[in-house]
């Protein structure tokens, strides 16, 4: 049962990662056990789920888009990896969000479809996963997980607020894993149950208190305030939904807590161990929906293979103006990249939940906000859709030079979390020709 | 969209009062007719023969521009045309415009947009409420709890940044995301600061003698690194152990001679040595420099080798951590020198439950594996004729923690004041109620009206009345006062009577922390409007201890130095620079020295770009090519009349961080240049457009390589402004050395050897450094020293640029079209005596930008 947890892509392992995976110790059949029954009970009969994944510096265009179009499309290089999935996955092209342009400041937007997000004044919008977590957020222990490997967290963020406040990503599986599983004794749930009550009779206070008696107020101090009063009453709310969960057993952990792993240059064994804490995020239910941005503008020099590193940093080899060495280690990495998205994918296959696969309930966006980094080009984004329950197994074209808005795709994906609405960003509508299956 | 605004700003005057609203819109009403003039008067100059139709120029359509001046977007839009013209960037070249055409445009815009700016301030403020950011919530807690070492910053989320500041109200959002992140922060230092048990924690003195000096008999670095040794001479201890009979006994004859710097994959800490709790501890340790000769043997050193202690776990180097460099930099002597007596050194750190020391060599650096993931071999150069300086350890000694001033603790008495750790009271309501209203006085940064306290109070009551200790009742009505918006916001001062807000707007700026006592009462005397008591309290803090505190975080952001460390040069270009983090470090104290000098000199603005001195010590007078120095401490040091040094401009942590710190840019450095130095931040590049590298195999120098931008019209019109300056500094490396020659891979006279480190390199000396260029008005100059002289030739120029980034760091908002008539008053005044630093300060400090205007915000 406790298998050792080996990262199964392409890298080769060396004694370091080996020493830190093996303190994760993942099995997957000791899942089963993992998802207590009333939590199960308490849910709808079909959970919808959902993770996005955004490289922010992206891939090649010229060997992931395949060249033609509809059913039955020649895989192009790049999905060859992805070839076990071909059905169930839909590839677009033409896609992107009107407006958006900025380079590489258009990652905080990719969720979003907000413009201007090079500008100083510029506020973002509600994110894709907020705006579902809003509706179906509560029916989990935690509403949703937002997830980076070497994020710069104080400005870079796939996940919004409603008032455009960013929301930090957590780099570090083992506090993601301690979300999931705590501690779980009875002890500290009676702790954690008076501390939770403790910080209501805080926030009641708080809420009682105002400035007003003090100051007095312009019409943007107010704007502050108003932000103020909404964290605190945004606080209220998860502290009283995590009372309720609190009561319920907690999953049981699947083993060890993950082994920290800090080093930038290990960019990949990041991506694959956050892929992990996502798919236990998503076998026990404790969230249906999950955000990841692998920030390659910040990752250093990174191991590329087995023990041979990168000879730049990710953001400067994407500007590889052609340069032979750098296409070549691009390329390395876009396939790496890839080959740990087909694992996560055999992986949510290969589980069941009721009737179905893990991966029919699930969808996995993968994509980026930079079509070409080369020239900080934000059109034709490279964008693909896995599971869900989706009829895939297509390539859908929409046209390059007048873009289909992305946010269309977004409508689709709230439609197939079963949230009711016709609108988000700039959506002119759901996405033409994806169907359910 | 629009509507919405002003509706709402209506709703919100309403509510505020009639006066207001009717103030809000006057405002209004006025603000539109000069902006309907302004329009026409574009339309009459001709501007609109461009600026119209199906594809407007640079998508500007004069038709159907709004002119609600009393919109902040729209205003924006119209500043942006104002400075364009005024830039004489628009009309494009060609276009003819004369003079007094453009003086009067200008005047006429520029009298409408202030117009609708100051109609704004008047009904809004200058500016909103500001969140403090981390920094500062982390300083405040210390500087009220009296615990100078807490550590709670990383508890809180990342301060988003704009303006390059991590100050801007507009970007200080909160969410539920922060919220709980101050409440946790606020329990954690909270719990820090109450002293429990009847006595301080015991003090321990753990030593460690010859081999318990390190954890490891021997490292991966070999003997070139470390060894044992006993009278000058390496032993092998390893067998030493083995044919010992005792093999416990500890032989204090031995001693560790250190020669690299220990970093990842080795670590060295002595055996046995780990804090059972938190708190400031003692190291001392006996040591002294000698050299090491290439058959292991130890003979004299000629200067001292300077080391740092570092604080981590003592576990195996696998586990990433924060590993922290701790108690400054020490210069080891050598024997009889100038050292401290019986070379017994001392220094007092503060360290955390559960961890270790480790030694730090500077200026040495490990071996690490090669960049390009080959397994670690290790060829050191052939030993430099007189020895390879490193540091001999005979005995090290930690002690503590060290007994506080007093038990319970000052910050338990901040607290409970008197009543002990175990906080007992006779009559625990009476004492709830007192003590809560003495805390919120101490932490609060302005009264606090009885209304405010009450539900304060009624929270420790409460859990007073649940049978809650005393203790944590109070503590839990702390803690909601440290997250409540009293605590967490700096109002702006506005009115006549707001002293309290200058105090804060006072203090955040100039130490990053809450007032202090004099300043706080000053206030409450109503006195810092007084234009001499104000000066004298900025002369005061400038003057204090704390003031480095703004000399960091002012040059944090604004130079971007906390990026310092992000990227290591490419080694193979630049292998002498391979893991030398002690030039890293002293690059940035000197930027930091040289700054502080600047204010606390009160130097001129000048000295931005150029001055005939700088700081330095051992690593950078080599860095440099000064007259060698000996030690680590940085000194002001008189620059030779020729040196390329001198100034922020040529500063090694500048050309560093200016760069993309991998390789050079002259692109990048420009930018930075522009934006940073000059305060003329050029607009963001196009989309669509590819990013120019240089050529690192040596066969194309960077000029040939941005020709492509001169041959390009749309590229030239941005390029021609700020690549100049960026190829002036090409004379520069990536951390500021001085070049003739580019570096290449393939191309040129090949250079190689082994590195400190151990690592073989294979670099090229390529084609001539070129810094000739010629400024977008077409000044021509040759190199760094003649662009020097352009731009010290406009001193106005660079105060300017330090006034609108003091505005922003210190009030939380850009300076505003409105304050600008300000700033050149403040120059004005100033330009007499060469626009120095302090006074600009000064300047500032006393201008309404910072004082507000009374009568702001509609009051």
């Known amino acids: 049962m406790n298998a050792p947890f080996v990262l199964s892509h392409a890298t080769r392992l060396s004694r370091r990662s080996f020493i830190r995976g093996a303190g994760i110790a993942l099995a997957l059949p000791a899942l089963e056990a993992m998802t207590p029954l009333r939590i199960r009970a308490a849910t709808p009969p079909v959970p919808r789920r959902m993770l996005v994944i955004v490289h922010n510096i992206g891939i090649f265009a010229k060997p992931f888009f395949p060249v033609a179009s509809g059913r039955g499309y020649p895989l192009s290089p790049y999905l060859m990896a992805l070839a076990a999935h071909r059905e169930d996955l839909t590839v677009f092209s033409g896609l992107s969000h009107p407006g958006v342009t900025g380079g590489h400041s258009t990652d905080n937007s990719f969720l979003t479809s907000a413009r201007g997000a090079f500008k100083a004044s510029f506020r973002n919008t509600i994110s894709l996963d907020q705006y579902a977590a809003e509706q179906i957020g509560h029916l989990t222990r935690i509403p949703s997980i937002n997830l980076g490997v070497n994020i710069e967290k104080a400005n870079r963020s ?49 809420r009682e208190q105002s400035r007003r008696f003090s100051l007095p107020l312009g019409p943007a101090d107010r704007q502050r305030l108003d932000q103020y009063f909404t964290s605190i009453r945004e606080v209220e709310g998860r502290l009283r939904s995590l009372r309720e969960w609190e009561r319920r057993p907690r999953p049981i952990a699947p083993g060890a807590p993950p082994a920290p792993l800090e080093e930038k240059r290990l960019f990949f064994e990041k991506f694959e161990l956050m892929l992990r804490m996502a798919e236990l995020a998503f076998e026990t239910d404790s969230t249906r929906l999950i955000t990841l941005m692998l920030d390659a503008f910040q990752t250093p020099v990174f191991r590329l293979e087995g023990e041979r590193n990168t000879t730049e940093g990710y953001h400067g080899l994407s500007h590889h103006g052609h340069d032979e060495a750098k296409v070549r280690q691009l390329e390395t990495a876009d396939r790496q990249n890839l080959a740990i998205l087909a694992s996560h994918l055999d992986r949510l296959a290969a589980r069941g939940e009721g009737p179905d696969r893990l991966l029919d309930r699930t969808m996995v966006l993968f994509g980026s906000n930079m079509g070409d980094a080369n020239v900080h080009n934000n059109s034709n984004l490279p964008i693909l859709l896995a599971g869900g329950g989706f009829r895939h197994g297509q390539h859908l074209a929409f046209p390059r030079h007048q873009n289909t808005p992305l946010s269309n795709l977004f409508v689709s994906m709230l439609q197939r979390l079963e949230i009711a609405t016709d609108a988000f960003g700039s959506s002119t509508g759901s996405l033409t020709g994806l169907e359910l299956g | ?170 970007t200080l959002d909160i969410s539920w995301v922060q919220m709980s992140a101050y409440l946790d922060a606020a329990e954690a230092a909270l719990r820090q600061a109450r002293s429990e048990g009847t006595s301080p924690p015991p003090v321990t003195v753990q030593r460690a003698v010859g081999e318990q000096l390190s954890v490891g008999r021997e490292t991966t670095g070999g003997r070139e690194a470390m060894f044992w040794v006993r009278h000058d001479r390496a032993i092998d201890l390893a067998a030493e152990k083995k044919a010992a009979v005792d093999k416990s006994r500890v032989d204090p004859t031995i001693s560790m001679a250190l020669f690299r710097s220990p970093g990842w994959p080795y670590g ?192 420790v009551l409460t859990a007073l009345s649940h049978g809650e200790p005393l203790a944590d009742a109070l503590l839990t009505g702390y803690q909601a006062f440290l997250a409540s918006d009293l605590f967490l916001y700096l109002p702006p001062p506005r009115r006549e009577s707001d002293h309290f807000a200058i105090a804060n707007r006072l203090s955040h700026f100039l130490l990053n922390s809450r007032p202090d006592a004099p300043l706080l009462e000053l206030a409450g005397r109503q006195r810092l409007r007084d234009a001499t008591v104000l000066r004298r309290e900025t002369e005061r803090l400038i003057g204090s201890r704390e003031f480095t505190r703004f000399v960091e975080y002012f040059t944090d952001y604004w130079l971007n130095v906390r990026a310092l460390r992000r990227d290591d040069p490419d080694i193979r270009l630049f292998p002498e620079y391979r893991l030398d983090d002690y030039l890293v470090e002293s690059l940035g104290r000197e930027t930091r020295a ?116 001169t041959r390009s019209a749309s590229c030239a019109a941005c390029h021609a402004k700020f690549d100049p300056y960026g190829l002036a500094l090409e004379n520069f490396d990536v951390l500021g050395a001085w070049r003739t020659r580019y570096r290449g891979l393939e191309e040129g006279e090949v250079v190689a050897g082994i590195d400190q480190t151990g690592h073989d390199f294979r670099y090229t000396l390529a084609g001539p450094v070129d810094a000739s260029a010629r400024l977008a008005d077409g000044r021509p100059f040759r190199d760094v020293h003649d662009l020097k002289r352009i731009l010290t030739a406009n001193p106005r120029l660079l105060a300017r640029n330090l006034l609108h980034q003091w505005t922003t760091y210190a009030t939380g908002v850009p300076v505003r079209f409105s304050d600008r008539a300000e700033i050149e008053s403040i120059l004005d005044t100033t330009a007499g005596n060469g626009y120095r630093v302090r006074d600009l300060l000064h300047g500032l400090i006393r201008s309404r930008i910072f004082l507000g205007l009374p009568g702001e915000g509609g009051r």
Not at chain 2, 120 to 148: C, K, M, S, T
Not at chain 2, 596 to 602: H, K, P, S
Request: charged share 25%.
């Open chain 2, 1 to 170: 969209m629009r509507s919405t605004t002003v509706l709402k700003s209506l709703v919100l005057a309403i509510s505020v009062g009639l006066l207001a609203m009717s103030l809000t819109t006057t405002a209004e009403k006025s603000a539109a007719a000069p902006a309907e003039r302004s329009l026409a008067a574009l339309l009459e100059v001709g501007c609109g023969s461009c600026h119209s139709g199906e594809s407007p120029a640079g998508g500007l359509d004069l038709r159907t521009l709004s002119d609600d001046l009393a919109s902040a977007d729209v205003r924006q839009r119209w500043v942006e045309i104002y400075d364009r013209v005024e830039r004489r960037e628009m009309p494009p070249s060609g276009v003819a415009f004369p003079e007094e055409k453009r003086r009067a445009l200008l005047k006429r815009l520029g009298a409408a947009i202030s117009a609708a700016d100051r109609a704004d301030v008047a009904a809004n403020g200058r500016g909103p409420i500001r969140r403090l950011n981390r920094d500062e919530y982390e300083q405040n807690l210390r500087d009220l709890l009296q615990l100078p070492h807490l550590d709670i910053r990383d508890m809180l989320p990342e301060d988003r940044q704009s303006h390059h500041f991590n100050k801007v109200s507009a």
């Open chain 1, 158 to 206: 796939l996940s919004w607020t409603r008032d455009g406040v960013l929301l930090p990503a957590e780099d570090d599986a083992q506090a993601v894993f301690a979300r999931m599983f705590g501690l779980g004794d009875q002890t500290s749930i009676e702790t954690s149950l008076r501390q939770i009550d403790r910080r209501g009779s805080i926030l009641d206070a708080l």
């Open chain 2, 594 to 709: 040289f700054f502080e000098a600047m204010v606390r000199e009160n130097l001129p603005a000048t000295t931005l770009i150029d001055a005939d001195f700088t700081f330095a010590n051992d690593r950078l007078a080599r860095h440099y090519g000064l007259p060698p120095l000996t030690g680590s401490a940085l000194r002001k040091v008189a620059l030779p009349p020729a040196s390329p040094y001198g100034g922020l401009l040529t500063q090694g942590a500048v050309l560093k961080v200016s760069a993309n710190g991998v390789n050079t840019s002259p692109v990048l450095r420009g930018v930075w240049v522009m934006d940073r130095l000059l305060g003329q931040p050029p607009p963001p590049p196009p989309p669509g457009v590819p990013a120019v590298e240089p050529d690192i195999r040596g066969a194309r120098t960077i000029r040939e390589v941005l020709g492509l931008h």
């Open chain 2, 268 to 459: 060295i800490f002595p055996k046995g040595i780990v804090t059972r709790v938190a708190g400031e501890y003692r190291i001392r340790f006996a040591a002294r420099a000698r050299h090491q000769f290439a058959d292991f043997t130890l003979g004299p050193a000629t200067a001292p080798v300077p080391m740092t202690f570092r604080s981590r776990r003592p576990t195996n180097h696998d586990i990433a951590e924060d590993v922290r460099s701790i108690g400054g930099i020490i210069d080891v002597h050598p024997e009889g020198s100038t050292g401290p007596a019986n070379g017994v050194y001392e220094t007092t750190v503060h360290l955390n439950a559960g961890q270790t020391i480790e030694y730090g060599l500077l200026g040495l650096p490990a071996p690490q594996p090669d960049v390009m993931g080959v397994t670690a071999l290790y060829r050191y150069p052939p030993f430099p004729a007189a020895g390879q300086p490193g540091i001999v350890f005979d005995w090290l000694e930690l002690t503590g923690p060290l007994p506080p001033a007093s038990w319970p603790t000052p910050s338990h008495r901040v607290l409970f004041d008197e009543l002990g750790p175990d906080v007992k009271s006779d009559q625990p309501e009476v004492d709830a109620r007192r003590l809560l209203r003495r805390f919120i006085a101490l932490a609060a940064r302005e009264p606090v009206s009885p209304e405010a306290i009450a539900p304060f109070e009624k929270l």
